[in-house]
């Protein structure tokens, strides 16, 4: 595989993977195509802009003509591109059908179209729901229960869809709650991690015992690039962390590193339909030989500073447009006593 496009990959994690490929792999070339919505940011790339084996092109994966252009020549295509935010979802639903579903759609017919040999979807270990005990297996049935994880569901439909009835070679990659450089701040940790370094409050929905399964996102693309080099068409990976925290542990971890006391924890009201645990088995891709590498207490020390050191990437970012979309979500929100101090 000589050139890949990667869409979405001005976000989180496919600016991390786009990084990754370049490094790990010589003789790779980048294409980055993103729309630059308010979680897109050139900032996550500056470091990659030098490198003549990466280019970077604005437009929109729900546009046919601009998907074709900049997948033409491509070997593979890994879509990141999607709304990610499950509270903005719960807030409007109507931009993540259009991104996650449509998008998706388009991009298959791309690569029908233009005879790309490989296209990896990424999606998300929240198409399972939530898991009261067990860990979620590839082949277990699709539960999502907010808006977000809805659309990841039907986009994998989609992806399955395309697969069986044009033989389009796709396949799907189920990562777990990613955290680590350019993590955009309204997600819980580097929220968190940044409220904390301005004596803000950290604000912890319900009683913060919900359970996610972190992965750093250096072992998220790992993991996605093990499976577009040995992934089958057709399949499903689970890709996790192996570390299962209560969102209350990983307050208090965050509040540590940055040496703030336990009073900037506030427990606030729940979010909507809030998923209470999720887990995943991963035996299906440790059986073909990837692993994570990293423990989850060094890489979220490593995520706290990296946070420390580039306040230029996050104070832009929150001094924006943010500063009004966190004033609607948490302005007038329900603060909990009765859970205060748990
Ligand atoms: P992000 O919100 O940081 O980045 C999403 C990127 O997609 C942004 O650069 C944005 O500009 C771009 N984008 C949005 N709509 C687009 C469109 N219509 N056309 C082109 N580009 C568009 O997200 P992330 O956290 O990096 O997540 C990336 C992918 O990984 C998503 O598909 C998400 O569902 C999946 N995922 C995320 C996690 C996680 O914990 N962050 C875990 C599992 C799976
Ligand atoms: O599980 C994978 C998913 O992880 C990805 O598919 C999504 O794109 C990604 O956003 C993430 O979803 P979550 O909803 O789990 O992530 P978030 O960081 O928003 O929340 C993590 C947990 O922290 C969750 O239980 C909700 C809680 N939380 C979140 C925020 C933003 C709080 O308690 N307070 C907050 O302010």
Partial sequence: MHRILVTGGAGFIGSNFA???????????VVVLDKLTYAGNLDNLRDLES???????????????????AAAGADAIVNFAAETHVDRSLLDPSAFVM???????VLLEA????????????????????????????TDRYAPRNPYSATKAAAELMVHAHHESYGVPALITRGSNTFGPFHYPEKMIPLFITNALDDEPLPVYGDGKQVRDWLFVEDHCAGIDFVLEHGLDGEVYNVGGGNE???????????????KPESLLRHVEDRA?????????????????????????????ETVQWYRANEWWWRKIKSGAFAEYYQRQYGDRKVLEDTAGD
């Fill in 19 to 29: 990084r990754y490929q370049l490094k790990h792999h010589a003789d790779r070339e």
């Fill in 51 to 69: 490198d003549r084996r990466f280019a970077f092109q604005q437009g929109d994966i729900c546009d046919p003509a601009a998907v074709r252009a």
């Fill in 99 to 105: 991104t996650d579903v449509h998008g998706v759609n």
């Fill in 111 to 138: 690569v029908r179209e233009l005879g790309v040999a490989r296209f990896v979807q990424i999606s998300t270990d929240e198409v399972y729901g939530q898991v009261a005990a067990g860990s979620s297996k590839e």
């Fill in 245 to 259: 925290r209560e969102n209350l542990g990983v307050t208090r971890l965050i509040l540590g590193l940055v040496g």
């Fill in 273 to 301: 339909g809030h998923d209470r645990r999720y887990s995943l088995d991963c035996g299906k891709l440790h059986r073909l030989g990837w692993q994570p590498a990293r423990r989850f207490e060094d890489a979220l020390a």
